[in-house]
T-cell receptor, first 116, second 114 residues
Framework: AQKVTQAQTEISVVEKEDVTLDCVYETRDTTYYLFWYKQPPSGELVFLIRRNSFDEQNEISGRYSWNFQKSTSSFNFTITASQVVDSAVYFCALSDLTGANSKLTFGKGITLSVRP | EAQVTQNPRYLITVTGKKLTVTCSQNMNHEYMSWYRQDPGLGLRQIYYSMNVEVTDKGDVPEGYKVSRKEKRNFPLILESPSPNQTSLYFC?????????????FGPGTRLTVL
């Protein structure tokens, strides 16, 4: 069965600090996809990134970067120079293509608070 | 604008009173699904649909029904709501599933069952 573990539940940092959100996954599939979503206080889910299992290149997008390591089954997310607007719940998710069901298996989420 | 809409956004109801949460997408997506989000549990899939008239159970289907009579709509039905169905509900849609496709999520419906 698919599983996503986000061991950190709550993280609090001061603005401009760097912060890394950890994600560890379990799957028996050789082909799979990993996602990060952001849920701001307003409640909607905002898609951040998708990564497939064959692409282990790290990715940087502005202040965001992602480190995918298949050897450790981890897909960590770093925010550089955090800002108050980064305060949100962050979910890591694994795509489970079981038959025709493209279910996303979510972690429990990490609540990030960025203080001014 | 490509979007998934849900109605209502907020609902407070009482135990046993049937309710329907609507979901509609304008992207001609074949695949749609419902998730519920609970504190400390993340999001869990309730039901999904691969196309019109094709639906199946997700991980937590008990107490819910769905229908898919039209491609764009995928309502979630609670025939007899109970307090343990108090949750934040999300509808999602995507192209035929290959696992890689971004799923577009609706804005969420916050349901309270008293």
């Amino acid at each position: 069965a698919q599983k996503v573990t986000q061991a950190q539940t709550e993280i609090s940092v001061v603005e401009k600090e760097d912060v890394t959100l950890d994600c560890v996954y379990e799957t028996r599939d050789t082909t799979y996809y990993l996602f990060w979503y952001k849920q701001p206080p307003s409640g909607e889910l905002v898609f951040l990134i998708r990564r497939n299992s064959f692409d282990e290149q790290n990715e940087i997008s502005g202040r965001y970067s992602w480190n995918f390591q298949k050897s450790t089954s981890s897909f960590n997310f770093t925010i550089t120079a955090s800002q108050v607007v980064d305060s949100a719940v962050y979910f890591c998710a694994l795509s489970d293509l079981t038959g025709a069901n493209s279910k996303l298996t979510f972690g429990k989420g990490i609540t990030l608070s960025v203080r001014p | 604008e490509a979007q998934v809409t849900q109605n209502p956004r907020y609902l407070i109801t009482v135990t046993g009173k049937k309710l329907t949460v609507t979901c509609s997408q304008n992207m001609n997506h074949e695949y749609m699904s419902w998730y519920r989000q609970d504190p400390g549990l993340g999001l869990r899939q309730i039901y999904y649909s691969m196309n019109v008239e094709v639906t199946d159970k997700g991980d937590v289907p008990e107490g819910y029904k769905v229908s898919r009579k039209e491609k764009r709509n995928f309502p979630l039905i609670l025939e007899s709501p109970s307090p343990n169905q108090t949750s934040l509900y999300f509808c999602a849609s995507s192209l035929p599933p290959t696992g890689e496709d971004e799923q577009f999520f609706g804005p969420g419906t916050r349901l309270t069952v008293l």
